[in-house]
């Protein structure tokens, strides 16, 4: 069992421990806490010595690569490097190929490296468990590996590195790092709060180590603040943000978004982004002397526990693009569907059946019940239709394309129709939904699928229904410009009439086949074809100059 020795004082100030020592870190899960127990272990190997000097435990491989990237970010090139272990075939290779100095991975993928005899145990002089609650609450597997792995390594000093102590870190530290030297967490001063400010729900942004720089952009293209300050722990993260700024357009002596240290200041300002997760509470609390609107931190996911102790449960995701953006659209399509309902007056009937209602809800409470109601009916329906729909038909062949019914593509009962603009006019799907359904007179449940383009759109709408649309709309303005639509069926027959390269095809033609046409009764030279005697093969019919057919000639 690993004993407590001398512990020295690394050059840096940290504390360092040797082969046979052993030390618990109480820190917060960040990229700025790697450094703190990590950069001592690493100063003491030795490249000469060869073989795996430091092991580091994760609870998966994204801690793995973020432990990685930031050694090599701290150290350089030419520093002494940590090989993230993803995948067991390649770990192989380089331990076959190189020495390997130090390593980073799983419980179970270190172990099986020990017992295939690829990670050597008299060369390990520290194991370094980055989070032990982490690793713990990973489930009795990981345990296992963890105790596994320990246990071979029994002679390597040991690092413990958690955010909090737990009863289960407790014990693990009671059975493979007793008597172990405690180091805790920097004092933290809490500044006052201003009487008349409240600190706004901290939102985050989930990224992984390596993809912080276009997390940043892609936020300040969302958010677009008024004014900013983007607070960096370090000088490395403080260049890349910079640089970032620089990309977007903005410059040094731009004082609406700026680049901090740490410290973000009094001045007030609209948005606070950590470009990395603050690590006590005195960095997160400090900021309300700028009393931002908002405040945003980029964080991978293993920072998100700990800033929401931070936070104090006060976190709230924040997502860009994606699924959130898809759904405002939704919600526009069904706002565009009730802007025409009204606009076209209010139905008597339905305001007559709603009525006694409103003596006992609010007018917001009953269209949300009857939007509610509408929804699910149409879910009910698209559920019907599909379980409904028929088998798939087979391609037509190549000239044999179907036209019945509506077009083309068209779901049954439907006909689509051709709109002369598109996304780069600036249109939305409810812009056109809107005029459809506003300015064509029909319920938004007539109008089926929109398929906008760049240049053009396809609006699916019913049988029924298509030919007043396009009286209607017709002509139309949409966002300043003047719209045409027709049918798709239409736009086909007249690129169909134009013909190859856009010529009209010749309207004295017949429509008859080759074969079918009326022969020419003009003679020839060498008589009509049915009384020609067949040709032979490789033959020709026409005459050889200067004489008879060279196989004649022969003959002769």
């Known amino acids: ?51 795996t000097q430091v092991v580091v435990v994760t609870r998966d491989t994204e801690t793995a690569l973020v432990i990685s990237e930031e050694t090599l970010r701290l150290s350089g090139p030419t520093g002494i490097e940590v090989v993230p272990i993803t995948n067991a075939a390649r770990a192989s290779r380089l331990f076959k190929s190189r ?60 690092i413990v590195v958690a955010r909090k102590l737990t009863p289960a870190v407790e014990s693990l530290v009671e059975r493979y790092a007793r008597r172990a030297r405690r180091v805790g967490p920097a004092d933290m001063v809490m500044p006052q709060t201003p009487a008349d400010y409240e600190m706004p729900i901290i939102k985050y942004v989930t990224v992984a180590g390596s993809a912080r720089t276009s997390a940043l952009r892609r936020l300040l293209d969302d958010l677009d603040p008024p004014s900013a300050v983007i607070v960096a722990r370090d000088e490395a993260a403080a260049t890349d943000a910079s640089r970032i700024l620089r990309t977007l357009g903005y410059h040094e002596d731009d004082e609406s978004i700026t680049v901090t240290r740490g410290y973000v200041g009094s001045v007030a300002t609209h948005t606070v982004i950590f470009y990395q997760p603050p690590v006590t509470p005195a960095e997160l609390h400090q900021i309300s002397q700028a009393k931002p609107v908002q405040v945003v931190v980029v964080a991978a996911p293993g920072e998100v526990p700990w800033l929401r102790e931070l936070a104090s449960g006060r976190l709230a995701p924040l997502n860009l693009h994606g699924p959130e953006r898809r759904a405002h659209d939704r919600e526009e399509t069904v706002r565009q569907e009730l802007r025409a309902v009204l606009t076209r ?23 949300a019940a009857a939007l509610y109601l509408l929804e699910r009916e149409r879910a009910q329906r698209r559920q019907a239709d599909a379980n409904q729909a028929p088998a798939a038909k087979p ?33 939305k799907v409810g812009d056109l ?15 089926g699928k929109i398929d906008l383009q760049e240049s053009h759109a396809l609006v699916e709408v019913a049988e029924g229904d298509a030919a007043g649309v396009i009286a209607r709309v017709n002509g139309s303005m949409i966002k300043g410009r003047r719209v045409v639509v027709r049918g798709e069926r239409d736009k ?26 009326p022969r020419s009764d003009r003679p020839r030279s060498d008589g009509p074809r049915g009384d020609r005697p067949p040709r032979r093969p490789g033959s020709s019919d026409r005459p050889t100059r200067g004489g008879p057919p060279r196989r004649d000639r022969d003959r002769s």
């Open 1 to 51: 069992m690993p004993e407590l020795e001398e512990v020295g004082e690394h050059a840096s100030g940290q504390t360092g421990v040797g082969r046979g020592q052993s030390l618990v870190y109480t820190l917060p899960h960040t990229t700025e806490s790697i450094a703190e127990f990590l950069t001592p272990a690493l100063a003491r190997v030795d490249p000469s010595a060869g073989g």
């Open 99 to 158: 020495p390997v100095l130090a390593v980073a991975g799983t419980a179970t993928e270190l172990l099986a490296l020990v017992r295939s005899s690829l990670l050597k145990l008299d060369t390990v002089r520290t194991v370094a468990l980055a989070w032990a609650d982490d690793i713990l609450e990973d489930g009795p597997e990981s345990v296992t590996a963890l105790e596994g792995l320990l246990g071979e390594l029994s002679e390597a000093g040991r």
């Open 345 to 367: 007056g209010l139905p008597t009937r339905e305001v007559i059946a709603l009525e006694p209602l409103l003596q006992e809800f609010d007018g917001t409470e009953l269209a």
């Open 395 to 427: 391609r037509p062949a190549d000239g044999e394309r179907s036209r019945a019914g509506a077009g083309a593509g068209a779901a049954a009962g439907m006909i689509r129709l051709f709109v002369t603009i598109g996304t780069r006019d600036g249109v």
């Open 433 to 447: 939904m809107g005029i459809i359904a506003g300015e064509g007179g029909i319920p938004g449940d007539h109008v």
């Open 492 to 517: 086909e027959d007249r690129e169909r009439a134009a013909g190859p390269r856009g010529r009209p095809e010749r309207s004295g033609g017949s429509d008859r086949p080759r074969s079918d046409r």
